[in-house]
């Protein structure tokens, strides 16, 4: 089906600034606090402030490209929904199959097994960097295949074609499968949109790719290494890696090896993200946000 973002829509250029400005300001305003609240908060009023930027330039380049919604639509996009493809959630005529009751069972399973580690198993680990990598899992867990997921149902539920960001993604059989479809579609519905499609029209999918990869780095840095004050670059070459490995596959060789498929494919996609995932998530993360943010959930005693 086509995105939100692949769909063809004609935005004034004179009225543009009307989808980037709030995230531009928003952004702004919670950069301005850097130092001056706890490297814990600071995390998530920028993780906020970014994501309610990107929502409001996917609602407004779908309304102002003509599509017909309505008021409570908009405002369930808005605020209840976390995902980043607005022209599916807001069509008034999509036909969505009811959810079957063993998917409630299995979201309510993960939300629970990921606040099992986040209020239970974390604990056990101290307050060093293993209790930190245990609660960050778990809340991940908690949140976007638990929670969300659960949201997601509820959507389906009320007729509203909302489908799960994550969709098993260990189950990817190749990187192009894990981040074009698997991890966190509301993540890549916006880079996609907002930056690879627009970066393919004027230098070339190829190079596209590498530029995504870099910026989507970039973005967290943002929320990793700037609260954290330390790590700074790591998770940039983290997603520089991915789109090498990525564009390695894609190749002659890439494809001659089997790089993309079969259990090579999965066991190259598994290294490929879990080896350097210590570069992403630096320790200095874990120690001075995560393992704080943790003490102040009552996670870590």
């Known amino acids: 089906m086509e995105t939100l973002l692949e769909m063809k829509t004609t935005v004034r250029r004179d009225r543009a600034w009307r989808g980037w400005a709030p995230l531009v300001l928003v952004v702004t305003v919670a950069l301005c606090f850097c130092g001056r609240v706890p490297a814990w908060a600071l995390m998530w009023l920028l993780a906020i402030t970014i994501f309610a930027g990107f929502k409001w330039w996917t609602w407004w380049r779908v309304v102002e490209g003509g599509m017909r919604t309505t008021a409570s639509r908009s405002l369930a996009y808005l605020f209840l929904w976390p995902g980043m493809d607005a022209r599916r959630f807001l ?3 999509s036909s969505v199959p009811k959810p079957v009751f063993s ?7 993960k939300t629970v097994g990921g606040a099992i580690l986040v209020w239970g198993v974390a ?9 930190g990598w245990i609660g960050m899992v778990g809340f991940i867990f908690l949140l976007h295949f638990g929670l969300f997921a659960m949201l997601s149902l509820f959507w389906q539920e009320k ?4 489908p799960p960001l994550m969709n098993c993604p260990i189950a990817a ?5 894990f981040w074009g479809r698997r991890w966190n579609a509301g993540f890549r519905d916006i880079v996609f949109g907002l930056f690879f499609l627009p970066l393919a029209r004027r230098c070339g999918a190829t190079a596209a790719v590498a530029l995504t990869f870099l910026i989507s780095g970039l973005l967290h840095e943002l929320v990793i290494t700037l609260p954290a004050g330390a790590g700074f670059g ?4 983290y997603f520089t890696l991915q789109g090498v490995a990525m564009l390695a596959e894609r190749s ?25 995932i210590f570069a992403l998530f630096p320790p200095a993360f874990v120690l001075r946000v995560m393992v704080p943010f943790l003490e102040i959930i009552k996670a870590l005693p």
């Open 103 to 109: 998917a409630w069972i299995w979201a309510t399973g």
């Open 173 to 177: 059989s190749s990187l192009s499968d």
């Open 91 to 93: 069509a008034l005529s």
């Open 159 to 162: 007729g509203v074609s909302a």
């Open 234 to 237: 790591l998770p940039t070459l």
């Open 252 to 276: 002659p060789a890439g494809v001659r090896l089997g790089l993309a498929r079969g259990w090579f494919g999965y066991a190259f996609t598994f290294i490929v993200v879990t080896a350097p």
């Open 123 to 131: 604990r056990l680990a101290g307050h060093g960097l293993l209790a």
